[in-house]
């Protein structure tokens, strides 16, 4: 019954910032794999950035360089600093955790709209 909640999204115009924050319900122990999935409309979800205990962020090549990914077990929460934001930013993100990989995702949460216009 892992729970995530969104929250940081926005209206933001181009070259801005936003921080998105994803809370965990529960133990974070088990959810080795954290990421960030982006939507937009008409398009399919894709994957912008995850990270695996131990390992090293993984990045979208839209993304690269502008966004960064971290968790903070204490606080059972991951971030996603997004940087030098574009109009093609603009989608729904979702957090999602799993306990192994963040390419198959077993938990996602609600979404937070992100919208990068002028």
């Known amino acids: 019954q892992v729970h995530l909640v969104e929250s940081g999204g926005g209206l933001v115009h181009p070259g801005g910032s936003l921080r998105l924050s994803c809370a965990a319900s529960?133990?974070?122990?088990?959810?080795?794999?954290m990421g960030w999935y982006r939507q937009a409309p008409g398009k399919e979800r894709e994957l912008v950035a995850g990270i695996l205990s131990g390992s090293s962020p993984n990045y979208a090549d839209s993304v690269q360089g502008r966004f960064t990914i971290s968790r903070d077990n204490a606080k059972n929460t991951v971030y996603l600093q997004m940087n030098t934001l574009k109009p093609e930013d603009t989608a729904v993100y979702y957090c999602?955790?799993?306990?192994?990989?963040?390419?198959?995702?077993?938990?996602w949460g609600q979404g937070t709209q992100v919208t990068v216009s002028s």
């Open positions: 999602t955790a799993s306990r192994f990989s963040y390419y198959s995702p077993d938990y």
């Open positions: 529960g133990s974070f122990f088990s959810l080795r794999a």
